[in-house]
């Protein structure tokens, strides 16, 4: 135990890689969590109940911090705050009301090579042309999903997917604005803060819908909130202070290289679920992350 304690203290890249698989196993799960919530509750509730219960459990971090850090960099944890969690958040449920799970947590592979066009067009990253192959053929991959139909054939765009997409250009903005601006703050007070900015936002929000209702003609809305809270203390407040801490550690591009692993988690999920998984879904997936590659190769 004492040595395994001094290899996660220890500078080297022993941390980072474990903080990498932890992180892919808890984002490759959010996707059928969000599924299971949809089943009681509508995209704009599923995404503001993740964000209130992630705001709950890290409020006690913020609270210790309002006077010391955020009253300094309050308006950069904002941007972060609505860009990082909250958007993407309804972003992502909504997606999967027209998308499978694991099609979602396929398209989030994309979030390195929106890190990456992030970093180029406002964070004065350089491009290669390797890069910009590796770019050209992620896009061709995701594109391509977009057209694979329930019976696993080339069938019409399932605009759903576009919703993932922006969800990872959010993603990738983030990466490079906390690398760029916020690395000085501890990743658990930054997500706390973060949280903070959107949590009584979220919690109004969702007061305001037909939550409360929900739950009196239909029980199975307990099971759904309590995957929602699994998805929200785990896989957004915990998971956010394992990556803002990668990302202090290595790079914006190397921290969202997680989703590398993500898809095969969140396929595992949903197979298990019951969702189809054709080889056009392979190919798409393959493209990605070969994509995803070509533009890491070179990359700092």
């Known amino acids: 135990m004492k040595k395994l304690r001094e290899k996660l203290n220890d500078e080297g890249p022993f941390l980072s890689w474990i903080l990498l698989i932890v992180l892919a196993f808890i984002w ?3 996707f ?3 599924k299971k919530g949809l089943e009681s509750f509508s995209p704009l509730q599923v995404g503001t109940i993740r964000i209130a219960f992630a705001f709950l459990v890290m409020l006690p971090f913020a609270l210790k911090s309002l006077t010391n850090v955020f009253k300094h960099y309050w308006r950069k944890i904002i941007i972060i705050g609505f860009f990082a969690n909250l958007f993407p958040s309804f972003l992502f449920a909504t997606a999967e009301t027209g998308i ?3 099609l979602a947590g396929i398209l989030n592979a994309l979030t390195p090579i929106m890190t990456f066009i992030a970093g180029v067009f406002f964070f004065s990253t350089k491009i290669k042309i390797l890069q910009v192959f590796g770019l050209i053929v992620g896009f061709i991959g995701s594109f391509a999903l977009g057209f ?15 919703f993932v997409v922006l969800a990872t250009m959010m993603y990738g903005f983030s990466g490079n604005f906390i690398k760029k601006y916020l690395t000085g703050i501890h990743p658990v007070t930054l997500t706390a803060l973060a949280l903070f900015t959107v949590g009584p936002f979220s919690i109004v929000l969702l007061l305001t819908s037909d939550f409360v209702s929900r739950f009196s003609p239909n029980n199975e809305a307990w099971i759904s909130l309590g995957y929602l809270f699994l998805l929200g203390a785990i896989g957004t407040a915990f998971a956010l202070v394992l990556f803002n801490k990668l990302i202090q550690r290595t790079t914006a591009v190397f921290a969202s290289s997680v989703t590398y692993l993500i898809p095969i988690m969140a396929v ?4 298990i679920d019951g969702e189809s998984f054709f080889l056009l879904h392979l190919l798409g997936m393959a493209l990605i992350i070969f994509g995803v ?8």
């Open 32 to 34: 059928i969590l969000i």
């Open 28 to 30: 490759g799960t959010s």
């Open 268 to 271: 595992v999920w949903g197979i």
């Open 293 to 300: 590659y070509m533009v890491n190769k070179k990359s700092g």
């Open 100 to 102: 499978s799970s694991s």
């Open 148 to 162: 694979i139909n329930s019976a696993g054939e080339l069938g019409e765009f399932n605009y759903y997917a576009l």
